[in-house]
């Protein structure tokens, strides 16, 4: 984590400062507080409001779709895949059943770099718990990953001082 920081310009350093500034002071949980993005390739960092996340890297729901939520409850119940399947088929439509099976496949190939939607809401929930009684608040920078390489998306929770308080991967 020092090495990313330490790659960033001082003027990128600077701005991280004072959006953990910003953070800190703010009194309460809202949709503009900062989210520091990283883009490697062209060391370009931005601070885009929470309530743009999704737009800027939308999270990858294909596997929420609820073609594929019953399919998998059939098939967890112990129902066999293809009696799973021709549930799916009589409920759904089989065109409506390929297309998500087609959309989570495409999606699967073509990658997200792991920023799925239960990645996001897992994200936005330990961010919104920083505002709770007593916890720390740190700035979430965003490292996205290498487009064309396998790989995710890097989160990095920065403490006032740019010290790394946890690095994960969603």
Request: net charge positive; charged share 15%; hydrophobic share 40%.
């Amino acid at each position: 984590m020092a090495e990313l920081l330490d790659g960033l310009t001082s003027r990128q350093r600077s701005q991280i400062r004072a959006w953990a500034a910003e953070l800190e002071a703010a009194p309460s949980w809202c949709g503009s507080l900062p989210v520091a993005v990283l883009e490697r390739c062209w060391l370009r960092l931005r601070r885009v409001p929470v309530e743009q996340l999704a737009t800027l890297l939308p999270p990858d729901a294909s596997g929420e779709a609820p073609e594929l939520v019953r399919y998998r409850g059939w098939i967890a119940a112990g129902q066999p895949a293809w009696s799973a399947q021709l549930r799916c088929w009589q409920e759904f439509g089989q065109p409506a059943c390929q297309q998500a099976l087609r959309h989570f496949w495409s999606q699967q190939e073509w990658g997200n770099h792991g920023w799925t939607l239960a990645a996001y809401l897992q994200w936005l929930a330990t961010y919104r718990h920083q505002f709770e009684a007593g916890a720390s608040r740190a700035l979430p920078l965003i490292v996205l990953a290498r487009p064309g390489q396998a790989g995710g998306h890097k989160l990095h929770w920065l403490t006032p001082l740019g010290q790394p308080m946890r690095h994960t991967c969603p």
